[in-house]
């Protein structure tokens, strides 16, 4: 069955750097597009990266420009996120998803993943 297990978070000061993974099983990992979406306490979900099959095409939220990296290890099933220059702002649980049409939509998320910045 597929699977998606994300790891990597914690407590973080402001300015600090992060490096989120998911490690994937149970379906072709290099056939789908691949997302990073997080939810913040009280608020709604936020389609943060999203990368393409073979790593050329990638998508970040205007939040996250120049501050976040997306990238993947076919070979090895893994899908990251790396987090630079951290803001209280970014707190939040990080999914990690699956999509099927490449699209701001997944069939199936993983358990997520906290992420708390704080001084």
């Known amino acids: 069955q597929v699977q998606l297990v994300e790891s990597g978070g914690g407590l973080v000061q402001p300015g600090g750097s992060l490096r989120l993974s998911c490690a994937a099983s149970g379906f072709t990992f290099s056939n789908y597009w691949m997302y990073w979406v997080r939810q913040a306490p009280g608020k709604g979900l936020e389609w943060v990266s999203g990368?393409?099959?073979?790593?050329?095409?990638?998508y970040h939220a205007d939040s996250v420009k120049g501050r976040f990296t997306i990238s993947r290890d076919n070979a090895k099933n893994t899908l990251y996120l790396q987090l630079n220059s951290l803001e209280p702002e970014d707190t939040a649980l990080y999914y990690c998803v699956r999509s099927p049409s490449g699209t701001l939509g997944g069939d199936y998320w993983g358990q997520g993943t906290q992420v708390t910045v704080s001084s």
């Open positions: 990368l393409n099959h073979g790593g050329e095409s990638t």
